[in-house]
């Protein structure tokens, strides 16, 4: 059983940068981890994914500006992200599957989810 704890998040301006955390507990190796997004009347959009390996993936729209790190001692896993758009703003979320490779499974464990807006 896995428990996820998202923190960091916040209000910022268009093109600074903001970092998200996720602390988790409970977790054994093998799981793959990722940071979600949802806009209400929108799907859910996965935003960066780093599997069991340490080997990350991120849509198209994330790539060169956001950053998925895990300090697996800490058990914290981390988002980065730069050059924020005002269409970047929405609940983040953590989450997690005991999978040993992004995109294989479906995340089974997720966080409360934590706000970020940027403001143009």
């Known amino acids: 059983q896995l428990h996820l704890v998202e923190s960091g998040g916040g209000s910022v301006q268009a093109g600074q940068s903001l970092n998200v955390s996720c602390s988790y507990s409970g977790a054994p190796g093998g799981h793959t981890m990722g940071w979600s997004r949802h806009v209400p009347g929108n799907e859910r959009e996965e935003v960066a994914c780093i599997d069991a390996g340490g080997d990350t993936t991120y849509p198209d729209f994330a790539k060169g500006r956001f950053t998925i790190s895990k300090d697996s001692a800490k058990k914290i896993l981390y988002l980065e992200m730069t050059d924020l758009r005002p269409e970047d703003t929405a609940m983040y979320y953590c989450?997690?599957?005991?999978?040993?490779?992004?995109?294989?499974?479906?995340?089974?464990?997720w966080g409360q989810g934590i706000q970020v807006t940027v403001s143009s």
């Open positions: 989450a997690a599957v005991r999978a040993s490779r992004c995109g294989t499974l479906p995340y089974t464990y």
